[in-house]
Structures are given as structure tokens and as C-alpha cells.
T-cell receptor, first 114, second 113 residues
Framework: QKEVEQDPGPLSVPEGAIVSLNCTYS??????FMWYRQYSRKGPELLMY????GNKEDGRFTAQVDKSSKYISLFIRDSQPSDSATYLC??????????????FGQGTILTVHP | NAGVTQTPKFRVLKTGQSMTLLCAQD?????MYWYRQDPGMGLRLIHY???????AKGEVPDGYNVSRLKKQNFLLGLESAAPSQTSVYFC????????????FGSGTQLSVL
């Protein structure tokens, strides 16, 4: 069983829709949670970053973490065609020996139609 | 700013051939990483480096070697390529290996026939 599970989709929505992307994980040591966005033929770019449980909002994007359920989500409001990309969740445990090593989900392919 | 640059962008190898992928960063970052990305598997860490002259194994190190002779460069070598190493390879760097974001290159698409 993978440490991090993410539904690969693909997910196709009309412009303006609310998108919900999710990951579950099994390692309770994970403390830091991230969402990366990857456009076709490009490297991933950090989109959102949260620590432990709670919500974080940045413009049209909201990241949620529920550590009790080992479940994280990314919500995109008023989705735009430019949001079409692969979204990867990533997480790491606290402490000096983490060395910035991330464990990634499989990625969800999102297409937003005009 | 170039950021993280990977060369080559594409490569086709025959089984048993060797090659080296080069990663260069111009941000003076201490930490560098090599990941591979396969369909349905996400990004998996191959090797990483916490500073010039250091290397360490990641999640899937078998069949790969790395070197970090200069702070700005991180090389990934395949000594005897196998079809299972067909993948997209990404290099990344971060300032201190703490919880800052990783900066990724654009990737190298490698096919082993």
C-alpha cells in the first residue's frame, strides 16, 4: 500500500466550477502538507503549503488538512481553463532528518473546459 | 534567472548503454534531489544531496549513481540502462532542505529500448 493515495482522475469540469482534489495518507508522522501544480511537459511548482490540521486560503485556492482522518484536500473556486494541469499532493514529516524529502501522491489530471 | 536547468531534455538509449543526466542550479541552494515520475506512481525520490560532496539514497536508488562535486551541479548516472528506467526524470533544489519549496527543472524524458 502506498503511503500517499491520490485519485488520478482524469477530472473534467466546466469553467467556473468548484473543484475538489483529495489525498489520503497512512503515515501519522507526516506534519507538513503541500500541493504542487504541474503543467504539461514542465516541472511541478508549489501551489499551497499547510502545517498540521486546519485550512489555508490563497485567492481561489483553499487547502484543508484533517490529521485525524489522514485526509487532505485542495479546493479551487471559479475554476479557469488556465487551471488545467496535474495536481500533486506531497507531504513530509517534521524533524531535521526529513532533509526536505517529500512523499508525493500519484497526481490528479484536471481539465477545465471553457 | 535560469533556476534549475536539466540536460538533455530527451534521450533514447539501448538496453545496457550508460548515460549521465546533468542538473545545474544558479540559486546557491544547498540541497538537491533527483526524482523519477512514472504514470500512476507519482514522483519518487532516487537520490539526494545535502551539500557539496555529499549524496544519499532515496526511495528507489537501485541502478543509479550520483555525484555532487560542485555545489551548483548534481549528476545522475545510469551505468547499464534497463527498460524499467524509462521515465521522466526531474531534478529539484531547495535552500536548506527545511520546509521551503522545492524548485524543479523541466525534466528529462528517457526511453530505454
Amino acid at each position: 500500500q502506498k503511503e500517499v493515495e491520490q485519485d488520478p482522475g482524469p477530472l473534467s469540469v466546466p469553467e467556473g466550477a468548484i473543484v475538489s482534489l483529495n489525498c489520503t495518507y497512512s503515515n501519522s508522522a507526516f506534519q507538513y502538507f503541500m500541493w504542487y501544480r504541474q503543467y504539461s511537459r514542465k516541472g511541478p511548482e508549489l501551489l499551497m503549503y499547510t502545517y498540521s490540521s486546519g485550512n489555508k486560503e490563497d485567492g481561489r485556492f483553499t487547502a484543508q488538512v484533517d490529521k485525524s482522518s489522514k485526509y487532505i484536500s485542495l479546493f479551487i473556486r471559479d475554476s479557469q481553463p488556465s487551471d488545467s494541469a496535474t495536481y500533486l499532493c506531497a507531504m513530509t514529516r517534521a524533524g531535521g532528518t526529513s532533509y526536505g524529502k517529500l512523499t508525493f501522491g500519484q497526481g490528479t489530471i484536471l481539465t477545465v473546459h471553457p | 534567472n535560469a533556476g534549475v536547468t536539466q540536460t538533455p531534455k530527451f534521450r533514447v538509449l539501448k538496453t545496457g548503454q550508460s548515460m549521465t543526466l546533468l542538473c545545474a542550479q544558479d540559486m546557491n541552494h544547498e540541497y538537491m534531489y533527483w526524482y523519477r515520475q512514472d504514470p500512476g506512481m507519482g514522483l519518487r525520490l532516487i537520490h539526494y544531496s545535502v551539500g557539496e560532496g555529499t549524496t544519499a539514497k532515496g526511495e528507489v536508488p537501485d541502478g543509479y549513481n550520483v555525484s555532487r562535486l560542485k555545489k551548483q551541479n548534481f549528476l545522475l548516472g545510469l551505468e547499464s540502462a534497463a527498460p524499467s528506467q524509462t521515465s521522466v526524470y526531474f531534478c529539484a533544489s531547495s535552500p536548506t532542505g527545511g520546509l521551503e519549496k522545492l524548485f524543479f527543472g523541466s525534466g528529462t524524458q528517457l526511453s530505454v529500448l
